[in-house]
């Protein structure tokens, strides 16, 4: 599998070229993440959000991908959780080599620190628990349901944006159509059959945390 990531003002697209084995998983060959905030970062660290949202595709079906860039830090990070993962689900190939034309020593960031954040439970002790960190909240929508939930999606950054401004926190928005890219009947009958989970799907046995 081949990506590759272009960034369009406040619009980050990220094309897939894959096998034609691995194709069953896909209904398209590019998706798209666009940003509340302006983007300044290298390439290194633009690869990071398309091969983030694929990486659990790509250990379930062994595949290798290649990038023209990535940050060498998260490089080192994919390799480490895709070793502890595979203790979790031994019958998941767990194969997957990232086979990179430029790894990128990234600057450090000179704005802080920044936190995923979904409200819940777990992302509000994170944010808690790093509070002298002032961190920025980013909350991430299309993964766990569609953008296309206007009103749903709406209220959630009203009641995120009134909780970051009452603990003096920064919070932006970032919305993908990444589950329009892929097949997720298909993937939830894979992961079932692999991991002996059938009440859990792909997204939450390994997604989640990406």
């Known amino acids: 599998m081949l990506l590759e990531t272009e960034l369009h003002g406040r619009t980050l697209t990220v094309y897939v070229r894959h096998s034609r ?3 069953r998983y896909f209904r398209d ?8 905030a302006e983007i300044h970062a290298g390439e290194g660290l633009l690869a990071i959000p398309g091969l983030a949202l ?16 990535l940050d060498r830090t998260f490089a080192a990070a994919a390799g480490q959780l895709q070793q502890r993962f595979s203790t979790l ?7 997957t080599e990232l086979e990179i034309d430029n790894l990128v ?3 450090p960031n000179p704005e802080g620190t920044a936190s995923l954040f979904s409200g819940g439970m777990d ?22 349901f569609p953008c296309t939930e206007a009103d749903f999606m709406e209220a ?6 009134s909780f970051a401004a009452q ?3 920064g919070c932006s928005f970032v919305e993908t159509d990444f589950r329009s890219c892929v097949d997720e009947r298909a993937l939830y009958h894979a992961f079932s059959r692999l991991s002996g989970r059938l009440e859990c799907t792909l997204w939450n046995g390994l997604g989640f945390a990406l």
């Open 29 to 36: 060959n590019y998706f798209s993440l666009r940003y509340s």
């Open 167 to 169: 603990h003096g926190f």
């Open 89 to 95: 689900y031994p019958k998941i190939p767990f194969g």
């Open 156 to 161: 959630l950054k009203q009641k995120t944006s």
């Open 21 to 23: 084995d691995l194709r």
């Open 54 to 69: 694929l990486l659990p595709l790509i250990w379930l079906t062994g595949s290798n991908v290649r990038l023209p860039h």
């Open 105 to 107: 020593d990234s600057p």
């Open 123 to 144: 992302a509000t002790y994170t944010v808690f628990a790093n509070r002298h960190l002032n961190p920025h909240l980013v909350q991430v929508f299309g993964t766990e």
